[in-house]
């Protein structure tokens, strides 16, 4: 019964460390996120299967220059009234019947609406192309950033978390005071108060650093709990030396964005050319080969002559005298499939011109419908232009405004260090009281969150800023 004790008791430890071996957060680098981002990202996946689609409609419109040729067969048995297809008259039996063709149309000219057709789709292909290199750049910034904004949520939470830490040391000390019935005891009651908002303080945080996860997993598609490995992340906080319109024009030149837009007008200005072929004429070549198989058809051979009568009779001296005729006697047989697909073979060749003359304005209006794609397509380029211009001037004022800050922040956190440091001495010396003590405390601890806050502002701007310059984020 012990043995059997000592045995389940190991088989459930084993149970537990499995269980927290599983449940143990996975480590991920930046570069890890990144690359597990761009494998598993929907918003890309999608992005994909548009660019997979646009290689296939450019497909299609080369393999649209080739001749179609197609082939017809239909076998089937006839019950009634019908026309024998061998012999073409009216026949009332059942008849089983085939048809066997094969036809080829090609088109000579249209207008160019072929060629422009595949140039167009060649266009969109490229541009697809691009768009996927467009949605990676995006997909590396927002988990770049993502990334940082969880390093940001860890360290205000560490930060929270050593405030507590140093508050509950605090208690420690003034409840000692309070069970000596010696010191101000509304000290002791407002440490307690203390400890309940600085553990408010870590619960806020965690929340926080859990939802910057979440966006970060989100990005990556993951739904396992994740824990970031920063070991070989650069952080460096210098001030940034290019300015907002060197920015924008390394832009121009690296965004993808750019590109795909421009060769999205060139392929709207192909559609034009497109439409304007509706209006000539279309010359194509037309061929086929047919033949078919009846079982009402047979082949009639000659097998000699006979004396028979006609029915009809003449009188001579009174008495009628039957009229006989020689009659050619025949042998039917019926003809075999092959034999009749053989005889029965035609073919047909011919050029055919398609003149159009009139059709309800269809043909203008589509080229004023491609005409309004083209500018369209124009002012989406322009409008890309000048959101990406607002946008960087933005973030390169953003970013400034966070260097001044954590720069004047930085003399604000060494300011309360020495505030709080004396303020402690005197505090637990009973010099001072608890208000002074406590206020420098929360002074340097909500100054060291904003300190870290403006340092992660800050590079987060600086990681916009390289995205739309083209460099490397990692």
């Given at each position: 019964?012990?043995?059997?004790?000592?045995?389940?008791?190991?088989?459930?430890?084993?149970?537990?460390?499995?269980?927290?071996?599983?449940?143990?957060?996975?480590?991920?680098?930046?570069?890890?996120?990144?690359?597990?981002?761009?494998?598993?990202?929907?918003?890309?996946?999608?992005?994909?299967?548009?660019?997979?689609?646009?290689?296939?409609?450019?497909?299609?419109?080369?393999?649209?220059?080739?001749?179609?040729?197609?082939?017809?067969?239909?076998?089937?048995?006839?019950?009634?009234?019908?026309?024998?297809?061998?012999?073409?008259?009216?026949?009332?039996?059942?008849?089983?019947?085939?048809?066997?063709?094969?036809?080829?149309?090609?088109t000579i000219f249209n207008g160019f609406r072929l060629l422009n057709s595949a140039k167009q789709e060649r266009l969109n292909k490229k541009a697809?192309?691009?768009?996927?290199?467009?949605?990676?750049?995006?997909?590396?910034?927002?988990?770049?950033?993502?990334?940082?904004?969880?390093?940001?949520?860890?360290?205000?939470?560490?930060?929270?978390?050593?405030?507590?830490?140093?508050?509950?040391?605090?208690?420690?000390?003034?409840?000692?005071?309070?069970?000596?019935?010696?010191?101000?005891?509304?000290?002791?009651?407002?440490?307690?108060?203390?400890?309940?908002?600085?553990?408010?303080?870590?619960?806020?945080?965690?929340?926080?650093?859990?939802?910057?996860?979440?966006?970060?997993?989100?990005?990556?598609?993951?739904?396992?709990?994740?824990?970031?490995?920063?070991?070989?992340?650069?952080?460096?906080?210098?001030?940034?030396?290019?300015?907002?319109?060197?920015?924008?024009?390394?832009?121009?030149?690296?965004?993808?964005?750019?590109?795909?837009?421009?060769?999205?007008?060139?392929?709207?200005?192909?559609?034009?050319?497109?439409?304007?072929?509706?209006?000539?004429?279309?010359?194509?070549?037309?061929?086929?080969?047919?033949?078919?198989?009846?079982?009402?058809?047979?082949?009639?051979?000659?097998?000699?002559?006979?004396?028979?009568?006609?029915?009809?009779?003449?009188?001579?001296?009174?008495?009628?005298?039957?009229?006989?005729?020689?009659?050619?006697?025949?042998?039917?047989?019926?003809?075999?499939?092959?034999?009749?697909?053989?005889?029965?073979?035609?073919?047909?060749?011919?050029?055919?011109?398609?003149?159009?003359?009139?059709?309800?304005?269809?043909?203008?209006?589509?080229?004023?419908?491609?005409?309004?794609?083209?500018?369209?397509?124009?002012?989406?380029?322009?409008?890309?232009?000048?959101?990406?211009?607002?946008?960087?001037?933005?973030?390169?004022?953003?970013?400034?405004?966070?260097?001044?800050?954590?720069?004047?922040?930085?003399?604000?956190?060494?300011?309360?260090?020495?505030?709080?440091?004396?303020n402690d001495i005197r505090f637990k010396n009973g010099v001072s009281n608890f208000l002074n003590y406590i206020t420098s405390k929360n002074n340097?601890?909500?100054?060291?969150?904003?300190?870290?806050?403006?340092?992660?502002?800050?590079?987060?701007?600086?990681?916009?800023?390289?995205?739309?310059?083209?460099?490397?984020?990692?």
């Open positions: 019964m012990i043995h059997k004790l000592i045995l389940f008791i190991i088989i459930v430890m084993m149970s537990w460390a499995g269980f927290a071996q599983n449940t143990t957060d996975k480590s991920y680098t930046l570069d890890d996120c990144i690359a597990i981002a761009l494998e598993h990202n929907l918003d890309l996946k999608s992005t994909n299967l548009q660019a997979n689609s646009a290689k296939v409609n450019y497909q299609q419109s080369k393999a649209d220059v080739l001749p179609s040729l197609n082939g017809s067969f239909n076998l089937g048995v006839n019950d009634g009234r019908s026309i024998d297809p061998f012999t073409n008259a009216y026949i009332n039996q059942e008849l089983t019947f085939s048809n066997l063709g094969l036809s080829l149309d090609m697809s192309e691009l768009e996927i290199e467009a949605a990676q750049q995006d997909l590396i910034l927002n988990v770049t950033l993502a990334y940082l904004q969880v390093l940001n949520a860890k360290d205000v939470l560490e930060l929270t978390k050593a405030r507590l830490e140093t508050t509950k040391q605090q208690l420690k000390i003034q409840q000692g005071f309070y069970d000596n019935e010696s010191g101000n005891p509304a000290d002791y009651a407002d440490i307690l108060g203390q400890v309940a908002s600085d553990e408010t303080s870590v619960l806020v945080s965690e929340s926080s650093l859990n939802n910057a996860k979440l966006s970060l997993m989100q990005l990556m598609n993951l739904k396992e709990n994740i824990n970031l490995v920063t070991d070989g992340l650069l952080l460096d906080f210098n001030k940034y030396e290019v300015s907002a319109n060197a920015v924008f024009e390394e832009a121009i030149r690296n965004l993808a964005t750019f590109k795909a837009k421009e060769l999205r007008i060139e392929a709207a200005k192909k559609g034009v050319s497109v439409a304007k072929s509706q209006f000539t004429p279309e010359i194509s070549l037309f061929g086929g080969i047919n033949t078919n198989y009846s079982s009402a058809a047979e082949l009639f051979s000659l097998t000699g002559t006979s004396i028979v009568g006609t029915g009809d009779f003449v009188t001579v001296d009174g008495q009628d005298l039957p009229i006989r005729t020689e009659q050619t006697n025949f042998d039917s047989n019926g003809i075999n499939y092959k034999d009749q697909l053989d005889n029965n073979l035609n073919t047909v060749v011919g050029v055919q011109v398609f003149v159009p003359l009139f059709n309800g304005f269809r043909a203008k209006n589509n080229v004023a419908l491609e005409k309004i794609k083209v500018e369209e397509s124009i002012i989406e380029l322009e409008r890309t232009y000048v959101d990406i211009k607002n946008a960087i001037a933005q973030v390169y004022f953003d970013m400034e405004a966070a260097y001044k800050r954590h720069k004047s922040l930085e003399k604000q956190v060494e300011a309360y260090e020495e505030s709080y440091r004396i340097l601890d909500n100054a060291k969150v904003n300190l870290s806050n403006a340092k992660y502002d800050y590079l987060l701007r600086v990681k916009v800023l390289d995205y739309y310059r083209g460099t490397n984020l990692l």
